[in-house]
């Protein structure tokens, strides 16, 4: 990498880059697919928003293809290198994990490695109060191996008001982040941070929002969250009000009245969409409920339900596995 171009991000935020019509559309598409995981079908969508200087279809370009090799190929390091040189610190955390600089020498100039390039241009940023750089900040401290500072941001972020950050630390919480003399005390502040997420609208904090309340029985106050998320277009969460609206007794988180049809179709839909197994074994399973007489109901629902904004997903973090 240039030095003159690091040193040009590291005075400038990210750039937004604005796209024609049909490229954004394309791109568009490219990250439903990256939703639910269709690594191969996503990339030719992509690759037009990138070579306009999209940095975040680089940045998926990167991620897809790194996935697809198992680990960070030449292909994959390619597009993460466009991204960083576009200032992407999430890009340059992909750079440092897969040894771009100790085993590619492909290092950015001025810098040890390309975590440090990260921290450069991601701190001042946070420090300025950017929650999503708070977030990032998080992840690149990770990368140091320093805990608590990684912990600290992560907390700065969440009380920024980060709905991601808020998710990823009652997620820390249930998993035995900090002191709390009682399992219910523990759910409790976990439950706080989630309903900060949910209520700014972020699917994955409505999905542990349910399933927070639903750990505590709280059924009444949890179903409402699930509906809502698959409402939002969380895979997961469509699939409950399919299984639910097939079989009521199945958990008691269902409160629904069985509804064949609605169940049926909102199956089929999902399996329209993803080719999703789990929805196709939903069906199998309650094969025998949906006799001639209701199967064009089932099929009507499916035909509304399907194309849906906004599309399925199963929500991967932006920097995730």
Same mark, same amino acid.
């Given at each position: 990498m240039k030095a003159s171009l690091l040193v040009a991000v590291l005075s400038l935020p990210i750039a937004a880059w604005a796209l024609e019509p049909e490229a954004q559309a394309a791109k568009d598409e490219g990250m439903r697919l990256w939703g639910i995981s269709e690594w191969i079908e996503m990339q030719p969508y992509l690759e037009p928003a990138a070579e306009a200087g999209d940095v975040e279809a680089m940045y998926y370009l990167g991620e897809a293809t790194r996935l697809l090799d198992r680990g960070l190929s030449l292909r994959a390091m390619a597009w993460y290198l466009q991204a960083a040189e576009q200032g992407d610190p999430y890009a340059m955390l992909r750079l440092f994990q897969g040894g771009a600089c100790t085993a590619g020498d492909r290092c950015p100039?001025?810098?040890?490695?390309? =975590? =440090?390039? !990260?921290?450069?241009?991601? #701190?001042? #940023? !946070?420090?300025a109060g950017d929650p999503d750089a708070m977030l990032a900040m998080y992840h690149i401290q990770r990368m140091f191996e320093a805990s608590r500072q990684a912990g600290n941001w992560l907390e700065r972020a969440a009380e920024a008001g980060q709905p991601e950050a808020q998710t990823l630390l009652g997620n820390q919480i249930l998993d035995g982040r900090g002191w709390y003399l009682t399992n219910g005390r523990r759910l409790s502040a976990a439950e706080e941070w989630f309903r /900060? !997420? !949910? @209520? #700014? @609208?972020?699917v994955p904090g409505m999905? /542990? *929002?349910?399933?927070?309340?639903?750990n505590q029985e709280r059924y009444e106050e949890a179903w409402p969250w699930t509906r809502h998320a698959s409402r939002a277009g969380h895979l997961d969460s469509r699939l409950w009000e399919a299984f639910c609206s097939l079989d009521p007794e199945y958990d008691p988180i269902c409160l629904v009245d069985q509804d064949i049809? /609605? &169940?049926? &179709?909102?199956? *089929?839909s999902v399996i329209e969409e993803t080719s999703n197994d789990t929805a196709r074994w939903v069906l199998e399973e309650n094969n025998d409920l949906l006799v001639d007489r209701r199967r064009r109901g089932a099929e009507q629902v499916a035909e509304e339900w399907i194309g849906r904004e906004p599309p399925l997903s199963n929500f991967p973090p932006r920097f995730g596995y």
């Open positions: 100039e001025g810098f040890e490695d390309w =975590h =440090h390039a !990260a921290l450069a241009i991601t #701190q001042p #940023q !946070a420090e /900060k !997420a !949910a @209520e #700014q @609208e972020y999905v /542990k *929002l349910s399933e927070v309340l639903s049809e /609605k &169940g049926w &179709g909102l199956a *089929l």
